[in-house]
Nanobody, 121 residues
Framework: QVQLVESGGGLVQPGGALRLSCAPS????????MGWYRQAPGKERELVAS???????NYADSVKGRFAIARNNANNMVYLQMNSLKPEDTAAYYC???????????????WGQGTQVTVSS
């Protein structure tokens, strides 16, 4: 079983910074992509940032220039550095992983439990 554990959320003032971490555990043959979604109350879940196995990154327009995603290939942890935070960044942030558990298995998507980020003065 693959599990993802997020950490790093919290309360921060506008203009502040936070770094989210996501630690996968369990057997994985290949990771195709990892990243972060977020969901604010009353809104749909949206993709914030993603990083593929070869290091290509993608960001939502609303966070470009402020957020940066990175992955540690040694332990497969993924990080989301969030700078210049705005009240509209307030949401639950969910780590996800797309990959294969074994050579013979198909690709699956795995999710963390979420970590809350609140940007408020």
């Amino acid at each position: 079983q693959v599990q993802l554990v997020e950490s790093g959320g919290g309360l921060v003032q506008p203009g502040g910074a936070l770094r989210l971490s996501c630690a996968p555990s369990g057997s994985l043959f290949r990771i195709n992509a990892m990243g972060w979604y977020r969901q604010a109350p009353g809104k749909e879940r949206e993709l914030v940032a993603s990083i593929t196995g070869d290091g290509s990154t993608n960001y939502a327009d609303s966070v470009k220039g402020r957020f940066a995603i990175a992955r540690n290939n040694a332990n497969n942890m993924v990080y989301l550095q969030m700078n210049s935070l705005k009240p509209e960044d307030t949401a639950a942030y969910y780590c996800y992983l797309v990959g294969r558990r074994t050579y013979y298995s198909g690709s699956g998507t795995y999710w963390g439990q979420g970590t809350q980020v609140t940007v408020s003065s």
